[in-house]
C-alpha cells in the first residue's frame, strides 16, 4: 500500500471513530435537542461522508489512468450497463384482505392505501354509554383546574417515562407546555362539567 494510501485509511479510521463517538453521545443527549454535540455529529459525520466520496472518486480516477487493455472492457462494462436504484429498500407485494376477499396490492398506490387502512382503520362511531357497563364513580373533590396547575404537573412529569395510549412521551409535553397549556385547561374542564373523568 502506497504513503497516500496509508495515510487515507489513517485518516478515514479516525474520522469515523470519531463521527460513532459523537453519535453515541447525541444517543444519550436526545432529549435535548438544543444540545452542542447534535451539530458537532452532524458535521463529523458529514465530513467522514465526504471524503469517502472523494475518496471513491480519486481512486476510480487512479484505476483509469493506471488501467491496460483488459482493464478498458471492464471500465466499458461499468459505465455502459444500465442505470440501477442503488440498491434501495422495496416493499413487495402485498397480501390484504377485505372481508372475506383476499387481495394483492402491486403498485405503490395501492400499498400505501393498503398500509393506510391496516395502521389507521376508520374509527368506529361513538355509541354513547353502554348500559350493560359498570362504570367506575366519579371523582369528587378535584377542585378547580386551572393553567397553572396544568403547566406546573407538565414539568413535573417524568421525561422518559414510558407513553400512554397515545404514544406521546413526557419529554414532548413538558417542552411544549407553553404551546398546550390553554388547549388542555379547555380539555380538562369539558371533561369535569361532562362527568367524563373517573376513579381508577
Same mark, same amino acid.
Given at each position: 500500500m502506497?504513503?497516500?494510501?496509508?495515510?487515507w485509511t489513517k485518516e478515514l479510521s479516525q474520522l469515523r471513530t470519531h463521527a460513532n463517538k459523537l453519535g453515541r453521545a447525541a444517543y444519550k443527549l436526545?432529549?435535548?435537542?438544543?444540545?452542542?454535540?447534535?451539530?458537532?455529529? !452532524?458535521?463529523? !459525520?458529514n465530513k467522514y461522508q465526504n471524503i469517502i466520496k472523494v475518496t471513491k472518486q480519486q481512486h476510480w480516477r487512479d484505476w483509469l489512468e493506471?488501467?491496460?487493455d483488459s482493464d478498458i472492457w471492464a471500465?466499458?462494462?461499468?459505465?455502459?450497463?444500465?442505470?440501477? /436504484?442503488?440498491?434501495?429498500? !422495496?416493499?413487495?407485494?402485498?397480501?390484504?384482505?377485505?372481508?372475506? !376477499?383476499?387481495l394483492t396490492a402491486s403498485t405503490n398506490e395501492e400499498k400505501s392505501r393498503a398500509l393506510t387502512n391496516c395502521f389507521?382503520?376508520?374509527k368506529l362511531q361513538d355509541q354513547g354509554r353502554n348500559s350493560e357497563v359498570k362504570y367506575p364513580k366519579v371523582c369528587k373533590?378535584?377542585?378547580k383546574i386551572t393553567r397553572k396547575k396544568i403547566h406546573e404537573q407538565l414539568r413535573?412529569?417524568?421525561?422518559?417515562?414510558?407513553?400512554?395510549p397515545d404514544g406521546i412521551p413526557n419529554i414532548v409535553l413538558s417542552n411544549s407546555t407553553d404551546l398546550i397549556? /390553554?388547549?388542555?385547561?379547555?380539555?380538562?374542564?369539558?371533561?369535569?362539567e361532562s362527568g367524563l373523568q373517573y376513579a381508577p
Open positions: 502506497s504513503k497516500s494510501k496509508r495515510w436526545r432529549g435535548v435537542p438544543e444540545h452542542q454535540v447534535h451539530a458537532e455529529h !452532524k458535521a463529523a !459525520k493506471k488501467a491496460e471500465a466499458h462494462h461499468i459505465v455502459s450497463a444500465p442505470y440501477t /436504484d442503488g440498491g434501495r429498500a !422495496k416493499i413487495l407485494k402485498l397480501k390484504y384482505k377485505v372481508g372475506n !376477499k383476499e389507521f382503520p376508520t373533590g378535584v377542585g413535573k412529569a417524568k421525561p422518559f417515562k414510558a407513553p400512554g397549556t /390553554d388547549r388542555l385547561f379547555y380539555i380538562y374542564e369539558a371533561m369535569l
